[in-house]
């Protein structure tokens, strides 16, 4: 482990791990989503000495979290912007409580939604919550507003956010580590009247949350997190976060209000800053959280009629808002566009066993509810075979209200992974056992939470620190709910898979189809006999093209119509089988068979 002094090129989300061990924190919990899920997978692989562990969900993480800072323990819970949905209950609920131990929120934000289904932006929570923020622009601020946002937690008794997004939490810059702290020496103290939230309790409590926000307006125009960079212009530009990064690059000469801490806001501050110069900006990704505040105290500001409230912000759109304002007179494009970059659209990988599901149901030509995570790429062509994407877990109750306002079940299917299941599926199949719906669900398990990078679950053995658990069986699972029709598919069977979901559909009532294949990456790769193309037997149907494998490629020969015949990478080919089962000509053929045939010729 490095000593402190030392200085480390860390993420943002490594940094945060980090600050995490320097502040003495105790228990970290979170559920794995991008761009938030290196923090813990760095706290187990580097800290062991701090408690970490992933959760079924975020709402769970959250708890976990609120027990330990009850406990008396530093606590750590973290999240991308969704997550924070999941876990809003107890976390609007802790806001009035307070804190035993500090107790801190990580939320990573996604503009541009790399991997996310919304772009919210989570500063309202703080808002809604009356919690405070600290908003770091680098990793070293990651780090060090993680420690400082523990002392801000114990010193005021509230729960505090960090607010990250995904060029913070991904981005590396150069970290100087510091020493570890104990953290305080607390114990759980019995309080009812703090921690017991009935009706009672909670309006005395409620009068405390606005003592404390009075108390964090004076603290949020002393901190340095807060601060002014004169730089002799009549230009100022009110910024933070990572748009401050891409202010700066533009242009640095201008006058800059750094706001690090950004609920509450200090408004004295700003109020002089905005006093001094002719003209002030503020420059922040998404919505006008600060413009619209500092607008309504009366102050007057631009800022996103300029530079917009769709995607991620950058030094160079950052430039063309300034020049579109008329604060500079020139912008460089940049050398390398988005444009000039050959498209890569995702696709499930080789062998990936949610394909020969999803190959079932798009010749079923079924309506598919379906979820967050690796099959959601089932989507997109050629496969197209998934017709809703709303949050985790929703596959299930979409596929239910589906059904009974259609009152038939042959045209609806709900797929979920097995993260996903556990995560927020269990209730919805609850759901459609006890009002009796005729939805057929098919559980995709592959025994890893994969679009994350096959981070643990209840149902792989292991915790993310390594240790071997107890591995729910998700068959028994779906039967103690009261599902009479549970069963097994290896979805790697193109015309059992066809055959078992169309029983399923005619049966009555729920039903469930387990998939049993593994996830063909992760925690190993999987890499079987591949198979190749005989171009004598290939007649260039494209039959093969159309199941999205990205080993298959058109190749340089054609058929007589001009079409391309198909080539398979035998680096990249998995073994799957699913294209040599569909293929009319049996063209497809293993690599072994294909050098014996060669020999015989």
């Given at each position: 482990?490095?000593?402190?002094?030392?200085?480390?090129?860390?993420?943002?989300n490594?940094?945060?791990?980090?600050?995490?061990y320097?502040?003495g924190?105790?228990?970290?919990a979170?559920?794995?989503?991008?761009?938030?899920?290196e923090?813990?997978?760095?706290?187990?692989?580097?800290?062991?000495?701090?408690?970490?562990?992933?959760?079924?969900n975020?709402?769970?993480?959250?708890?976990v979290?609120?027990?330990?800072?009850?406990g008396g323990?530093?606590?750590?819970?973290?999240?991308?912007?969704v997550g924070?949905?999941?876990?809003?209950?107890p976390?609007?609920?802790?806001?009035y409580?307070?804190?035993?131990?500090?107790?801190?929120v990580?939320s990573?934000?996604?503009?541009?939604?790399?991997?996310?289904?919304n772009?919210q932006?989570?500063r309202?929570?703080?808002?809604?919550?009356?919690?405070?923020?600290?908003?770091?622009?680098?990793?070293?601020?990651?780090?060090?507003?993680?420690?400082?946002?523990?002392?801000m937690?114990?010193?005021f008794?509230?729960?505090?956010?960090?607010?990250?997004?995904?060029?913070?939490?991904?981005?590396?810059?150069?970290?100087?580590?510091?020493?570890r702290v104990?953290?305080?020496?607390?114990?759980?103290i019995?309080?009812?009247k703090?921690?017991?939230?009935?009706p009672?309790?909670?309006?005395?409590?409620h009068?405390?949350?606005?003592?404390r926000?009075?108390k964090?307006?004076?603290?949020?125009?002393?901190?340095?997190?807060?601060?002014?960079?004169?730089?002799g212009?009549?230009?100022?530009?009110?910024?933070?976060?990572?748009?401050?990064?891409?202010?700066?690059?533009?242009?640095?000469?201008?006058?800059y209000?750094?706001i690090?801490?950004?609920?509450?806001?200090?408004?004295?501050?700003?109020?002089?800053?905005?006093?001094?110069?002719?003209?002030?900006?503020?420059?922040?990704?998404?919505?006008?959280?600060?413009?619209?505040?500092?607008r309504?105290?009366?102050?007057?500001?631009?800022?996103?009629?300029?530079?917009?409230?769709?995607?991620?912000?950058?030094p160079?759109r950052?430039?063309?808002?300034?020049?579109?304002?008329?604060?500079?007179?020139k912008?460089?494009?940049?050398?390398?566009?988005?444009?000039?970059?050959?498209?890569?659209?995702?696709?499930?990988?080789?062998?990936?066993?949610h394909?020969?599901?999803?190959?079932?149901?798009?010749k079923?030509?079924?309506?598919?509810?379906?979820?967050?995570?690796?099959?959601?790429?089932?989507?997109?062509?050629?496969?197209?075979?998934?017709?809703?994407c709303?949050?985790?877990?929703?596959?299930i109750?979409?596929?239910?209200?589906?059904?009974?306002?259609?009152?038939?079940?042959?045209?609806t299917?709900?797929?979920?992974?097995?993260?996903?299941?556990?995560?927020?599926?269990?209730?919805?199949l609850?759901?459609?056992?006890?009002?009796k719906?005729?939805?057929?669900?098919?559980?995709l398990d592959?025994?890893a939470?994969?679009?994350?990078?096959?981070?643990?679950?209840?149902?792989?053995?292991?915790t993310?620190?390594?240790?071997?658990a107890?591995?729910?069986?998700?068959?028994?699972?779906?039967?103690?709910l009261?599902?009479?029709?549970?069963r097994?598919?290896?979805?790697?069977?193109?015309?059992?898979?066809?055959?078992?979901?169309?029983e399923?559909?005619?049966?009555?009532?729920?039903?469930?189809?387990?998939?049993?294949?593994p996830?063909v990456?992760?925690?190993?790769?999987?890499?079987?006999?591949?198979?190749?193309?005989?171009?004598?037997?290939?007649?260039?149907?494209?039959?093969?093209?159309?199941?999205?494998?990205?080993?298959?490629?058109a190749?340089?020969e054609?058929n007589?119509?001009?079409?391309?015949?198909?080539v398979?990478?035998?680096?990249?080919?998995?073994?799957?089988?699913?294209?040599?089962?569909?293929?009319?000509?049996?063209?497809i053929i293993?690599?072994?068979?294909?050098?014996k045939?060669?020999?015989?010729?």
């Amino acid at each position: 482990m490095a000593e402190p002094g030392i200085r480390e090129l860390l993420s943002g989300n490594e940094a945060v791990a980090r600050g995490a061990y320097e502040a003495g924190v105790k228990l970290a919990a979170s559920y794995p989503g991008t761009p938030s899920t290196e923090i813990l997978e760095t706290l187990a692989e580097r800290f062991p000495s701090i408690y970490s562990q992933w959760s079924p969900n975020e709402k769970v993480a959250f708890e976990v979290a609120i027990g330990a800072s009850i406990g008396g323990a530093r606590a750590l819970v973290t999240m991308k912007h969704v997550g924070l949905n999941v876990a809003a209950d107890p976390y609007m609920t802790f806001a009035y409580t307070g804190v035993g131990g500090g107790l801190v929120v990580v939320s990573c934000d996604d503009p541009e939604m790399h991997s996310s289904q919304n772009e919210q932006d989570n500063r309202f929570y703080a808002r809604m919550a009356q919690v405070p923020f600290l908003a770091p622009s680098d990793s070293q601020e990651a780090k060090d507003m993680l420690i400082t946002a523990y002392e801000m937690s114990e010193i005021f008794d509230t729960p505090v956010m960090l607010h990250m997004t995904t060029r913070i939490s991904h981005s590396k810059a150069v970290v100087e580590l510091g020493e570890r702290v104990s953290g305080p020496d607390k114990r759980f103290i019995k309080d009812q009247k703090k921690y017991v939230m009935i009706p009672a309790h909670a309006r005395l409590r409620h009068v405390v949350v606005e003592d404390r926000l009075e108390k964090l307006r004076h603290f949020t125009e002393e901190t340095p997190y807060n601060r002014v960079e004169n730089n002799g212009s009549d230009i100022g530009i009110i910024t933070g976060g990572v748009s401050y990064q891409y202010c700066k690059e533009v242009a640095p000469d201008f006058d800059y209000f750094k706001i690090g801490m950004g609920y509450p806001l200090p408004f004295g501050k700003i109020e002089q800053f905005i006093k001094a110069h002719k003209r002030v900006m503020v420059v922040e990704e998404l919505e006008p959280f600060y413009e619209d505040m500092i607008r309504a105290y009366g102050m007057k500001v631009e800022g996103k009629k300029f530079t917009g409230t769709l995607g991620e912000l950058s030094p160079y759109r950052v430039a063309l808002a300034f020049k579109e304002a008329g604060l500079i007179d020139k912008v460089e494009a940049p050398e390398i566009s988005s444009e000039e970059f050959f498209p890569r659209p995702p696709v499930l990988c080789p062998g990936c066993p949610h394909r020969g599901a999803f190959m079932a149901l798009k010749k079923l030509g079924v309506a598919v509810a379906g979820d967050i995570g690796c099959y959601t790429l089932g989507v997109t062509e050629p496969l197209n075979a998934m017709d809703t994407c709303i949050c985790m877990g929703a596959s299930i109750g979409n596929a239910i209200g589906m059904e009974k306002v259609q009152g038939s079940k042959t045209g609806t299917v709900a797929v979920i992974g097995d993260s996903t299941f556990i995560h927020s599926g269990i209730t919805g199949l609850l759901d459609a056992v006890y009002n009796k719906s005729n939805v057929t669900v098919m559980i995709l398990d592959n025994r890893a939470t994969a679009m994350t990078g096959g981070q643990q679950h209840p149902g792989t053995g292991k915790t993310l620190m390594g240790e071997d658990a107890a591995r729910v069986d998700l068959f028994k699972l779906c039967q103690a709910l009261g599902v009479e029709s549970v069963r097994e598919l290896d979805a790697y069977d193109y015309d059992a898979a066809v055959a078992m979901i169309k029983e399923e559909m005619a049966r009555p009532g729920p039903s469930v189809i387990i998939t049993t294949r593994p996830c063909v990456l992760m925690p190993v790769r999987i890499m079987d006999e591949p198979y190749v193309v005989d171009m004598e037997l290939c007649n260039g149907c494209s039959a093969c093209f159309r199941i999205s494998c990205p080993a298959i490629a058109a190749s340089h020969e054609t058929n007589k119509h001009g079409h391309p015949k198909a080539v398979i990478d035998d680096t990249m080919c998995t073994g799957c089988t699913l294209c040599a089962q569909i293929c009319p000509t049996e063209a497809i053929i293993l690599k072994s068979h294909f050098v014996k045939t060669e020999v015989t010729r």
